[in-house]
């Protein structure tokens, strides 16, 4: 199932606020991206984090404006990675600030990292298979 980017963006703002850190959410005005500026809670000097959540690559000319600190999505510059990783961003956002992880995110993790093993050692018997079905 293919993530929106409205849901990418609510579950990792779920996940960082289950860690500690609160975040105000917008929408653009000309495309269906979204934006969460995030302040971690405490002695971070009021530092705000401006994250980019979108389905679709910046236009250039944009870059120059007001670029975000991060991008969850397909980009060119400043992308972490695909909507679906929204956890290993709010992983990367707690390990930056030092932040404990919330039980749900730990959760999430774990099993992906599971999950990513079993695929893992799946793939090499796979091979295995196929270069034992071939004769070679």
């Not at 060119?76 to 956890?87: E, K, M, Q, V």
């Not at 930056?96 to 090499?124: C, D, H, M, V």
Request: aromatic share 8%.
């Amino acid at each position: 199932m293919k993530l929106s980017v409205e849901a990418a963006t609510h579950k990792l703002r779920n996940l960082l606020t289950g860690c500690g850190i609160s975040g105000n959410l917008s929408w653009s005005n000309v495309s269906k991206s979204m934006y969460l500026e995030l302040s971690p809670d405490d002695d971070h000097d009021g530092e705000i984090i401006k994250v980019r959540v979108s389905d679709h690559e910046l236009p250039h000319h944009h870059h120059e404006s007001a670029p975000s600190d991060i991008e969850l999505g397909p980009n060119n510059i400043y992308a972490f990675g695909s909507l679906d990783r929204y956890p290993e961003l709010a992983a990367h956002i707690c390990d930056r600030y030092s932040l404990p992880y919330s039980p749900t995110l730990r959760r999430i993790l774990t099993r992906r990292r599971a999950r990513s093993k079993f695929n893992q050692r799946w793939g090499e018997y796979a091979y295995e298979l196929r270069q034992i079905s071939r004769g070679i």
